[in-house]
Every structure is written in C-alpha cells, then in structure tokens.
C-alpha cells in the first residue's frame, strides 16, 4: 500500500498594510476548509503568512516593527485555524515572524500535524537583501534588518507517515538547503516565498525570467534529492509591491505537477506518493554509492568565491 499524501498549497493573495491578523486568518481558514473539502492530508501556506511583506519597509528603530511579529505560535488570533487542523485531522505548514522570549527576531516556519501539535521547527537560514537603507533600489529588502540568520539548521521529521522537510523563500536558491535535508532522506520539503515579481537591482530582468528561477530551483532541489518540493506564495499588489505567484507541487523527477493559475488566494492539490521517491534515492541519487565527499571540501570550507590568481 503506497503512502499517499493529499497536499495543498494554499496560495495567498497580497496582505495589505492595514489587514488584521484576525482578517488574515479568516482567509487561511477559508483555505483550510477547501482543502478539507479536497480530502487534504496536509496544507502549506506561505511565508509570514500572518501579515504584508513588512520587510519592505525601511524603519529606523527596529523595535518599531515588533507589532509584526508573534510572541507565541499558537496565540488567541491564530488559535481558530489549529482548532480546525485538529478537528479534522489536516496537518499543515505555517510561516511567521517569530520574536522569542530572548528578544530574538526570525522568520520561521512550523508544522503542525493532524492532531494539531507543533512537531517541527524551522528558521530561515538565507537572509536576502540588506540591513541598511539602500537608495538606489527600486525598492528595499530589508530581511537581514529584522531578522537573524536561522539557528536551528534544517531538520526534518518523521510525522504524516513521511519523512519532511522546511525551508522559506530564500533557502530554495541555494542548493545546500535542499541537500542537507536529502542527506536525513527527506521525501517532502515545504516552502513558503514573498517573491517581488521584478528586480529591485535590474530594471531589464523579466517576470517570465524571475518565475524561471522560482520554479528551477524548487525543481532542481526536487529532482536532485528525489524528494517533493511543494512552494507557496504571497502573491498579487502589496502597497503598490507586485509579488509573484507560481505556487506550486514538484515530484521527485522535477515536473512541476500542480501550479496555481492567479495571484489571489488559491489552492493546488496533488496526490504526493511519498514512496515514489525511493526510485531515484536507490538509483541516480543514491548517495552512499555515488558522491564524493572527499573533493567537496570547498563548500564547507569557503563562505565567498575564490577565483585562481591573475
Ligand atoms: N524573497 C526573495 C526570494 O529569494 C530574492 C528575494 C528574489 C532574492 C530574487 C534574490 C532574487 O525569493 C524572499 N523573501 O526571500
């Protein structure tokens, strides 16, 4: 009996400025209930799923954007749709700006599974953008200004009859994340991105252009450690901020299986055979029996590029 897995990616459309948490969750409820509808065992939302992109905007006191973040995961706003999770038996993958009781700032992800319990942790590790006020962009990505670099690696967990995996946004570009986790065998890896449609740095880098590199790196982290990668969206016009859409379910050989048609909220379901990836594990991906350890010193030895001398 192969171990099927019903997964949605419940898509968000724009969070504006001035949307109440409790509006928000409104929507993921709406979009957890379609996908009970659907038979989903398990849903992902998107990153900072519970408010706008805030790290577009520039403050100079950084405690000034606390009112972003959440102190506990659950809390009373958030309560209603793990209440739901846990009535009817559907995990899900949530992200959200984390600040501990320490004073630390992430961007992190959870995974709830179907009784509705917190079994995974994970902190975005790739922060991309800034710290600073950068006048010649289009416009700022000030992630390395309100948040801390990830501190909990990349895990994965065995719940769902599976073995999963978390990353945010960033983390899908650089193959490293994806790696690691195929290292612990993962099957599954959830994403969630807040993707600016055009490029803040180069005015002439098309949407098309920016969508290929959306899918090509969850494609690529799906085929090159056999696993499914599901990536979800904020997508549509935040404040004035076009982000792009292109949610979407990759099985393990790197086909993009499920793919949303909007920028609004919506959900993509897929029947995710956990145990197809067994193929490509026990073949061409095969670790044990094809990489080469001994010449990847580089990777972990080297932060920057060190191109040879003149
Ligand atoms: N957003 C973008 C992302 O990695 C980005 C930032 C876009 C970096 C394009 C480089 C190129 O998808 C977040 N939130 O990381």
Redesign the pocket.
Known sequence: MNRILRVGAAQSGPIQKEESRKAVVVRLLELMKEARANGCDLVVFT??ALTT?F?RYFEKNRAQMDPWFESEMPNPTIQPLFDYARKHGIGFALGYAEKTTAGQHF?TSVLVDPSGDIVGKYR?V????HFGYEPKRRWQ?L?KRYFEPGDLGFPVWRTMNGIMGMC???D??WPETFRVMGLQGVELVMLG????TL?SMKEDESAAT?MH??HLCMQSGAYQNACWVVGTAKAGNEDGFELMAGSCIVNPDGEIVALTQTTQDELITFDCDLDECAFLKQTTFDFAAHRRIEHYGRICSQTGAEPPAE
Do not use: A, S
């Open positions: 990153e900072l992109f790290p961007n975005k790739h922060l991309p953008g990505h992630e945010i946004c960033n899908r570009r991105y807040n993707t600016p490029n920016r590199h959306n």
